[in-house]
């Protein structure tokens, strides 16, 4: 049985139009995903969707065998999806370690907080560094290396992360990349990736699912997927049409 | 001016801060964790000295002792009128501008029924300290604005533990820093809103108790208030605690200092006049962040 079963969601904001119209994927254990398609596609309403900061207005998500449609983000996070958003999320006049202290806000049990703690620092080293410092001083990697280990603080099954390297230096994305892969490798976590570098994200990648106006058009194997001709006509045909579509969704 | 005459304009002028201090921390507390400016605190301070009155003037009650006691009575109050009020608008596009009318028309009807029950007269409190001072050599401390002052600084010590060292706290701090962070993080940002209603209130019965033995009151004098809160708070970075308590304690020496050299009367013009030179100086206030647009 699937991980993560998405069927057929319809999604949108406020009272606005949908966003996502008919979207379904399946998400198998310990593997890598990456969602790619244009701007304005929906990739990030669907991540919104799932972790519950937006209700579905039709469909249905289910998680571990049970349906989670509709539940309260801190609901959703409980059951062991972890959402991070693309614009690190940090709480700026924190330090290091009290942000990470929040990421572990659900497990109640400061010792278990202070454990889980320990062993992020060895993973994340800067981290630990970093420790006392107020989030808003370190640099954009750095925020970006202690949003997702917040989020791996109340150690979750499924992780979704979104556009990770945004506006960040190669080097440093390439760091990033590196964490995302031990991630997958070494924890085991299942990762749904939205990546604007393509080429990286299916790198990183097992499968990817390629949206575009709200569904999904088709999916496939990570290192063929390049290679499939509908992806030029995505990126390349819709130019045109995606100069009017780009801000229906704002990316954030 | 003698040496002696500006250190007993300031420290009288600080002991007044610490009590406007108390008074303007719900608001911003509020501020920061909803973005509600809540038009009705300062009515709710009056409905708080009401309190403080009565419990003194009915029951013999210390309005000290009603300070403590304000605070689970008016947070439970608080609570119960967040549930009433807010599940409605919650969600709307148009979230803060609808609530500056709903505070505003709750701020009439506080006053209104509060001139119905209480009427429209003045009132104080006059516990034996009121009238009492402290004479240390040529300073001269009335007793009840030290006494005010030091539980003011208690409550607002007190609410930095909370929100310092408590998980409701941390969730509290979380969500005025960034309130998508802390709904990602599991915070149930709602729960957070009631219970900071509740502090907010609770802190605004407090502070009324006080208020009920340092000035006379009347329903309707909460528009003085308010608007010198409000001038507070924006002074200091809306949001920020930090910035209300320097506000409060700063523009209240500084209007100290004005009453005495020009006159009492321009003493609210120092508010107004700060307010104008921080907003044109530094308009997101001393200590708050700058809003990306």
């Not at chain 1, 572990?104 to 006392?132: C, H, N, S, W």
Request: with cysteine; charged share 15%; proline share 4%.
């Amino acid at each position: 049985m699937a991980l993560l079963e998405v069927k057929g969601i319809r999604a949108g904001y406020g009272n606005g139009p949908d966003i996502l119209t008919d979207v379904s994927i399946n998400v198998e254990e310990a593997t890598t995903y990456c969602v790619i398609g244009p701007n304005g596609a929906g990739k990030s309403t669907l991540f919104k969707t799932i972790a519950g900061l937006l209700k579905p207005r039709d469909g249905d998500i289910v998680f571990d065998g049970t349906s989670i449609a509709g539940r309260r983000p801190d609901r959703v996070l409980d059951a062991g999806i972890c959402f991070v958003p693309q614009d690190r999320t940090i709480f700026p006049q924190m330090t290091v370690r009290e942000n990470l202290v929040m990421g572990g806000f659900l497990l109640r049990d400061r010792r278990k907080v202070e454990t889980r703690l320990t062993e992020l620092m060895e993973v994340f080293p800067i981290l630990a560094q970093r420790a006392g410092q107020l989030a808003q001083t370190m640099s954009g990697g750095e925020q970006q290396m202690l949003v997702m280990a917040r989020a791996l603080m109340i150690s979750p099954k499924l992780m979704m992360i979104d556009e990770p390297s945004l506006g960040l230096a190669p080097q440093m994305s390439d760091q990033i990349f590196a964490i995302i892969r031990q991630l997958s490798g070494e924890m085991g976590v299942t990762i749904l990736l939205i990546e604007q570098n393509v080429k990286k994200g299916l790198e990183l990648a097992d499968w990817a699912f390629v949206l575009d106006l709200g569904s999904k058009r088709f999916e496939g194997r990570a290192d063929q997927i390049l290679d499939d001709p509908r992806i030029r006509d995505l990126y390349l045909g819709k130019l045109a049409t995606r100069t009017t579509l780009a801000d229906t969704e704002d990316g954030s | 001016m003698t040496l002696t005459a500006a250190l007993q304009i300031t420290i009288l002028g600080l002991l007044l801060g610490g009590v406007y201090a108390l008074m303007a921390s719900g608001l911003t507390l509020l501020f920061g964790v909803m973005r509600v400016v809540n038009l009705a605190h300062a009515a709710f301070i009056v409905l708080g000295a009401f309190f403080g009155f009565y419990m003194w003037d009915g029951l013999g009650i210390d309005p000290l002792v009603s300070t403590v006691l304000a605070l689970p009575v008016f947070f439970v109050f608080g609570v119960i009128l967040y549930r009433l009020l807010f599940p409605r608008i919650e969600g709307s596009p148009r979230f803060t501008e609808m609530t500056v009318l709903m505070t505003f028309g709750l701020a009439f009807m506080a006053e209104g029924l509060m001139s119905y029950f209480f009427t429209g007269i003045f009132r104080s409190a006059n516990p034996p300290y009121a009238r009492d001072a402290v004479i240390l050599g040529d300073i001269f401390i009335p007793t009840g604005q030290l006494y005010s002052a030091t539980a003011s600084a208690v409550l607002l010590i007190g609410l930095w533990v909370f929100l310092k060292f408590t998980r409701i706290g941390y969730g509290v701090r979380a969500t005025m820093q960034n309130r998508d962070a802390a709904q990602i993080v599991g915070v149930d940002v709602r729960r957070v809103s009631t219970i900071s209603f509740g502090i907010g209130m609770a802190l605004a019965g407090a502070a009324g108790s006080l208020v009920s033995f340092l000035f006379p009151f009347f329903p309707s004098r909460h528009w003085q208030w308010i608007a010198i809160l409000l001038s507070l708070i924006v002074l200091g970075g809306m949001g920020s605690l930090k910035g209300a308590v320097i506000g409060a304690l700063g523009l209240a020496v500084m209007a100290a200092f004005v009453s005495d050299v020009i006159g009492p009367v321009w003493a609210p013009i120092t508010f107004f006049g700060a307010l104008f030179v921080v907003l044109l100086v530094r308009p997101q206030g001393l200590f708050g962040k700058k809003v990306r647009a």
